[in-house]
Nanobody, 121 residues
Framework: QVQLVESGGGLVQAGGSLRLSCAAS????????MGWFRQAPGKEREFVSS????????FYADSVKGRFTISRDNAKNTAYLQMNSLKPEDTAVYYC??????????????WGQGTQVTVSS
């Protein structure tokens, strides 16, 4: 089992920045692909970004490319999502996910509880 705890959400004005963190426990972090997803009110959960455990290859949704950056610190068992140039449409609950395989946009086995990000216009 893997436990994931997100933090760093909050209220920010459009154009601002936030950094989300996802602390993992219960399994060797360096062997986990980490992902970020989000769910806005009335919408389905959608993929935001992911980073493979081996090689560090990263993937992004088109809507966040160039604005968001995913990273990981294996020594701290933590993944991050740096969000810049935030827009009101980025408002959502952001979820951290993890999986031992080479997943990208779906198929994650473990999920966090989510952290709210609200971008005001």
């Amino acid at each position: 089992q893997v436990q994931l705890v997100e933090s760093g959400g909050g209220l920010v004005q459009a154009g601002g920045s936030l950094r989300l963190s996802c602390a993992a426990s219960g399994r060797t972090f360096s062997g986990l692909t980490m992902g970020w997803f989000r769910q806005a009110p009335g919408k389905e959960r959608e993929f935001v970004s992911s980073i493979w455990w081996s090689g560090g290859r990263t993937f992004y949704a088109d809507s966040v490319k160039g604005r968001f950056t995913i990273s990981r610190d294996n020594a701290k068992n933590t993944a991050y999502l740096q969000m810049n140039s935030l827009k009101p449409e980025d408002t959502a609950v952001y979820y951290c996910a993890a999986d031992p395989g080479y997943v990208r946009t779906y198929g994650y086995a473990y999920w966090g509880q989510g952290t709210q990000v609200t971008v005001s216009s």
